[in-house]
Nanobody
Framework: QVLLVESGGASVQAGRSLRLSCAAF????????MGWFRQAPGKEREGVAS???????SYADSVKGRFTISQDSAKNILYLQMNSLKPEDTAMYYC?????????????????????WGQGTQVTVSS
């Protein structure tokens, strides 16, 4: 049984930083590709960042230079460091996992790549 539990969401002012965490249970991070997604009210879920089994990362253009995905394999925790937050970053953030490498480097931001999903953590950024 694979379980993903996100935490770290909060309400912050624009320009501030947050770090989201995703704890994984039931498997070892090193053998899984991971991603962060978000969904704002009235919008479709979108890919934010991903990390492949070889450590390669990819980011949505809207967060490049501000967000960083990383993982602590020893603790089985995935992180999303979010700096210079903007009101448009307001959304429910989800982590996702799939066994093995991504189909392609660019597919890490696509929902269909992932089998396992967490319940989400809310991030609200006020101006």
């Amino acid at each position: 049984q694979v379980l993903l539990v996100e935490s770290g969401g909060a309400s912050v002012q624009a320009g501030r930083s947050l770090r989201l965490s995703c704890a994984a249970f039931g498997y070892t991070y090193s053998s899984y590709s991971m991603g962060w997604f978000r969904q704002a009210p009235g919008k479709e879920r979108e890919g934010v960042a991903s990390i492949d089994t070889d450590g390669r990362t990819s980011y949505a253009d809207s967060v490049k230079g501000r967000f960083t995905i990383s993982q602590d394999s020893a603790k089985n925790i995935l992180y999303l460091q979010m700096n210079s937050l903007k009101p448009e970053d307001t959304a429910m953030y989800y982590c996702a996992a799939r066994a093995g490498p991504l189909a392609t480097f660019l597919s890490g931001l696509m929902q269909h790549e992932y089998k396992y999903w967490g319940q989400g953590t809310q991030v609200t950024v006020s101006s």
